[in-house]
């Protein structure tokens, strides 16, 4: 039976998609690992986002808290609203009680991916402030440590990201995700699916 990791995420203008395609990518290359993309519901009116002039959702399937026990891992990824994540992904875990009552997510893996405005705007804050709710889901919180190697020491370019998941800088929303920042994201969902699958191997 394949190994199931989910890449749940909200995107409002496609930055952190670009991110969840390609964390996608990393996690399916690892053999015996099926890989989907989720988005979590959108919480806000559509003349809203028309207002804010954020493009059409992708063709990637909304997630319901049900769906999450059918995964063996999971990345969450999600925008940063002043150093936390964004309404959306924490108004869809704060419907995730009746599996935090039965602690049905207990025991899987999860990373975190991100994107924010700045360099300052919460590259870790972010990440850090996220990972309480997978502590009260009894969850395995998977950073990716320094296990990107060189390229997490690029001092010559901007780069987002962490030790604690992949990233990037959305700037005034005109910068785009760069080939090292993609890599990363490769990077870390191939790294989390080997975990999840090495996890799941020896529990059966």
């Known amino acids: 039976m394949a190994t199931k990791v989910y890449i749940v995420y909200y995107s409002m203008y496609g930055h952190v998609e670009k991110l969840a395609e390609e964390i996608r990518k990393g996690a399916a290359s690892v053999e015996g ?8 519901p959108e919480t806000l009116p559509e003349e809203a986002l028309l207002k804010m002039s954020a493009p059409p959702k992708s063709g990637s399937p909304i997630i319901t808290p049900n769906d999450l026990t059918e995964a063996d891992g999971f990345v969450l990824g999600f925008p940063t609203r002043f150093g936390m994540m964004a309404a959306q992904v924490k108004a869809f875990l704060d419907a995730t009680g009746g599996l935090w009552r039965t602690q049905a997510l207990a025991g899987k893996p999860a990373g975190i991916f991100y994107s924010t405005g700045s360099q300052g705007g919460g590259q870790e ?4 402030t996220a990972i309480t709710q997978l502590v009260h889901h009894g969850m395995i919180f998977v950073p990716i440590g320094y296990t990107f ?9 901007v780069k987002g990201g962490s030790p ?7 700037g005034d929303g005109s910068r785009q995700p760069t080939q090292l920042e993609l890599e990363q994201a490769f990077h870390q969902g ?3 699916a080997t975990i999840t699958k090495k996890l799941k191997v020896s529990t059966v």
């Open 33 to 40: 690992v099926e890989a989907k993309l989720w988005q979590v």
């Open 125 to 128: 804050t972010t990440a850090l």
């Open 149 to 157: 190697g060189a390229g997490m020491f690029e001092m010559e370019k």
């Open 164 to 170: 604690y998941g992949a990233g990037t800088f959305a």
């Open 190 to 192: 191939k790294y989390i």
